[in-house]
């Protein structure tokens, strides 16, 4: 059992250690000093899955550590806690010396801003740092698949019961509802009536998705109450107004009013490992400062480690504890069956109707593509914080990809690295193109007819011997130019939404539980494989962590930690 009165106080000193810091009270030259923390159930991550995977463990009285790289973002009445498109600074990029973005030159010190981007080969990857995660930056579109497709990427969890119990309970305790009437009446929401306009004109049935919103909270935007933010397309670097449901509001918070549950910000997790004399794990943390200093050096042991990072902070951790031994059990399934959703950015170019010169919403509403069932497509407006009205309606498309991709290990470096093949999108995106195609194009016209002379001239451009990758994107991007909808995708491929790297029946058994390591788990992103069947994967991410836990609590607490 842990020690919770030493741990607390180890906590408390850790944060008073930082305060000293920050505020000149160091010593200019001491060591760090080295801390053990001993607790019996330890989270990776205090995102969407670190925060649903704390809120259960508290309901079922585990003491729980839950360890963050990022810093707490508590959203202030002056309503500047985060940078916006309008003001970039340092509070954007983790840890980034300079913005990661190609012909991008501004002046940033090192921070733990709110966006990590990992250049990845041959795909990007966003992920979201911070007490929320990529809560904090997302649209909030919460979409669940099909059936159909639903099976064919988690063959073995039945949908029935997903469907009756675990995402309902994921969508209540999320707090997502749609888009009200009255806001979507709104001249801000102008681009989502003309999006959805132009869906009904091509023949297809567009809907209001589940946004994890406080509606609210964003009528007192558009009543000049509270800064605007969500409103005016301000929310993929925090949201100002505090207009969101991030999960450090909702299933994290909850985590903490019981007691049960101490967060950490700022500790960065270096490797996990096992000592077998004691069957615990032992995990190697820094404490670090704002500015990144390390301020401790601290070693936790835990009964029980949640790995909940996300695909990318949890597969980079046991790809590396593999390779180095640290957790030597874990089978060749960890770091594989990797993919990005299928995720691909498209601009809908000079529309017959205004989009507004505040474009809110963030996500809400979209348009599926269900005619076929082995590659559904969700097509969404995404809104742009654009100045003045320009015609250009930002659209974001999600497909089936298949799980291509890995984490590779470099042992040179240490670094762990997402890999995607080349090739993968051309065979599977054509769904993609046709539907975006079709919206574009307006009344009684194809995408797929279109499609289908389009791609044979440009791929033969495209796909001549010794064409760059640069070029090789501006050809693609050139695809939807007759029906005005653009593929802005290939020019930086890149993904938000990045799933596998420890999925179930592989890497895990089918609730989490690590192959190798009786009291290791996995309850996040990881656990799928390559995409949730053509829409944003937040609710079943957060559906599939509640069924997991509802099993690890009835049959693992008391009896495996």
């Given at each position: 059992?842990?020690?919770?009165?030493?741990?607390?106080?180890?906590?408390?000193?850790?944060?008073?250690?930082?305060?000293?810091?920050?505020?000149?009270?160091?010593?200019?030259?001491?060591?760090?000093?080295l801390?053990?923390?001993?607790?019996?159930?330890?989270?990776?991550?205090?995102?969407?899955?670190?925060?649903?995977?704390?809120?259960?463990?508290?309901?079922?009285?585990v003491?729980?550590?839950?360890?963050?790289?990022?810093?707490?973002?508590?959203?202030?009445?002056?309503?500047?806690?985060?940078?916006?498109?309008?003001?970039?600074?340092?509070?954007?990029?983790?840890?980034?010396?300079?913005?990661?973005?190609?012909?991008?030159?501004?002046?940033?010190?090192?921070?733990?801003g709110?966006?990590?981007?990992?250049?990845?080969?041959?795909?990007?990857?966003?992920?979201?740092?911070?007490?929320?995660?990529?809560?904090?930056?997302?649209?909030?579109?919460?979409?669940r698949p099909?059936?159909?497709?639903?099976?064919?990427?988690?063959?073995t969890?039945?949908?029935?019961?997903?469907?009756?119990?675990?995402?309902?309970?994921?969508?209540?305790r999320?707090?997502?509802?749609?888009?009200?009437?009255?806001?979507?009446?709104?001249?801000?929401?102008?681009?989502?009536?003309?999006?959805?306009?132009?869906?009904?004109?091509?023949?297809?049935?567009?809907e209001?998705?589940?946004?994890?919103?406080?509606?609210?909270?964003?009528?007192?935007?558009?009543?000049?109450?509270?800064?605007?933010?969500?409103?005016?397309?301000?929310?993929?670097?925090?949201?100002?107004?505090?207009?969101?449901?991030?999960?450090?509001?909702?299933?994290?918070?909850?985590?903490?009013?019981?007691g049960?549950?101490?967060?950490?910000?700022?500790?960065?997790?270096?490797?996990?490992g096992?000592?077998?004399?004691t069957?615990?794990?032992?995990?190697?943390?820094?404490?670090?400062?704002?500015?990144?200093?390390?301020?401790?050096?601290?070693?936790?042991?835990?009964?029980?480690?949640?790995?909940?990072?996300?695909?990318?902070?949890?597969?980079?951790?046991?790809?590396?504890a593999?390779?180095?031994?640290?957790?030597?059990?874990l089978?060749?399934?960890?770091?594989?069956?990797?993919?990005?959703?299928?995720?691909?950015g498209?601009?809908?170019?000079?529309?017959?109707?205004?989009?507004?010169?505040?474009?809110?919403?963030?996500?809400?509403?979209?348009?599926?593509?269900?005619?076929?069932?082995?590659?559904?497509?969700?097509?969404?407006?995404?809104?742009?914080?654009?100045?003045?009205?320009?015609?250009?309606?930002?659209?974001?498309?999600?497909?089936v990809?298949?799980?291509?991709?890995?984490?590779?290990?470099?042992?040179?470096?240490?670094?762990?690295?997402?890999?995607?093949?080349?090739?993968?999108?051309?065979?599977?995106?054509?769904?993609?193109?046709?539907?975006?195609?079709?919206?574009?194009?307006?009344?009684?016209?194809?995408?797929?007819?279109?499609?289908?002379?389009?791609?044979?001239?440009?791929?033969?451009?495209?796909?001549?011997?010794?064409m760059?990758?640069?070029?090789?994107?501006?050809?693609?991007?050139?695809?939807?130019?007759?029906?005005?909808?653009?593929?802005?995708?290939?020019?930086?491929?890149?993904?938000?939404?990045?799933?596998?790297?420890?999925?179930?029946?592989?890497?895990c058994?089918?609730?989490?539980?690590?192959?190798?390591?009786?009291?290791?788990?996995?309850?996040?992103?990881?656990?799928?494989?390559?995409?949730?069947?053509?829409?944003?994967?937040?609710?079943?991410?957060?559906?599939?962590?509640?069924?997991?836990?509802?099993?690890?609590?009835?049959?693992?607490?008391?009896?495996?930690?």
């Amino acid at each position: 059992m842990a020690d919770i009165p030493r741990r607390s106080a180890l906590i408390g000193a850790a944060l008073a250690t930082a305060g000293a810091f920050l505020s000149g009270l160091s010593p200019a030259h001491a060591s760090p000093p080295l801390r053990e923390l001993r607790t019996r159930a330890v989270v990776i991550g205090a995102g969407l899955a670190g925060a649903i995977t704390a809120y259960r463990l508290a309901e079922a009285g585990v003491q729980t550590l839950v360890l963050e790289r990022g810093r707490r973002w508590a959203v202030s009445p002056a309503g500047n806690t985060f940078a916006t498109t309008r003001a970039v600074d340092k509070r954007v990029f983790y840890a980034a010396g300079s913005p990661p973005l190609p012909g991008v030159d501004l002046p940033i010190e090192p921070y733990p801003g709110i966006l990590e981007i990992l250049p990845g080969d041959g795909m990007a990857v966003v992920c979201g740092a911070g007490v929320g995660g990529g809560t904090l930056v997302y649209a909030g579109a919460t979409i669940r698949p099909r059936e159909a497709a639903f099976g064919e990427m988690l063959p073995t969890v039945d949908w029935r019961t997903m469907d009756a119990e675990y995402y309902p309970r994921a969508a209540r305790r999320l707090q997502a509802t749609p888009v009200p009437d009255d806001v979507l009446a709104h001249p801000n929401w102008t681009g989502v009536r003309a999006f959805m306009k132009m869906g009904e004109d091509a023949g297809m049935r567009p809907e209001r998705v589940l946004q994890t919103v406080d509606w609210n909270i964003v009528r007192q935007e558009l009543a000049g109450e509270r800064v605007p933010a969500l409103s005016i397309g301000e929310y993929l670097l925090g949201v100002n107004s505090g207009a969101r449901n991030s999960v450090d509001k909702t299933y994290l918070a909850q985590a903490e009013r019981t007691g049960k549950v101490s967060v950490a910000p700022l500790h960065r997790v270096l490797d996990i490992g096992f000592d077998a004399r004691t069957s615990r794990f032992t995990l190697t943390v820094e404490q670090v400062s704002e500015t990144g200093a390390v301020l401790a050096h601290v070693r936790v042991v835990a009964d029980a480690v949640f790995c909940s990072a996300g695909s990318v902070g949890t597969s980079k951790l046991l790809v590396a504890a593999r390779e180095t031994g640290t957790l030597v059990n874990l089978n060749e399934e960890i770091g594989r069956h990797w993919g990005g959703n299928g995720d691909e950015g498209w601009a809908n170019l000079l529309t017959s109707s205004p989009i507004g010169v505040m474009q809110g919403g963030g996500i809400s509403a979209a348009i599926r593509d269900d005619t076929n069932p082995a590659r559904p497509t969700v097509l969404e407006n995404v809104g742009l914080p654009v100045p003045l009205e320009m015609h250009v309606m930002g659209m974001l498309c999600m497909s089936v990809c298949p799980p291509a991709g890995e984490f590779r290990y470099h042992a040179a470096t240490g670094d762990v690295t997402p890999f995607w093949p080349a090739g993968v999108e051309a065979a599977d995106r054509a769904a993609t193109r046709n539907l975006a195609r079709t919206v574009g194009a307006g009344p009684n016209t194809s995408g797929a007819e279109l499609s289908v002379a389009i791609d044979r001239a440009i791929r033969a451009i495209a796909d001549q011997p010794g064409m760059s990758t640069q070029a090789r994107g501006l050809m693609h991007l050139l695809t939807g130019a007759p029906t005005r909808s653009v593929n802005v995708g290939p020019l930086a491929p890149f993904t938000g939404h990045p799933l596998g790297g420890a999925t179930l029946n592989t890497a895990c058994d089918n609730f989490g539980r690590v192959d190798g390591y009786r009291g290791l788990y996995v309850t996040d992103a990881a656990l799928i494989p390559g995409s949730t069947g053509g829409c944003n994967p937040t609710w079943t991410i957060a559906a599939l962590a509640e069924r997991c836990l509802d099993t690890i609590v009835q049959q693992d607490v008391g009896v495996v930690f």
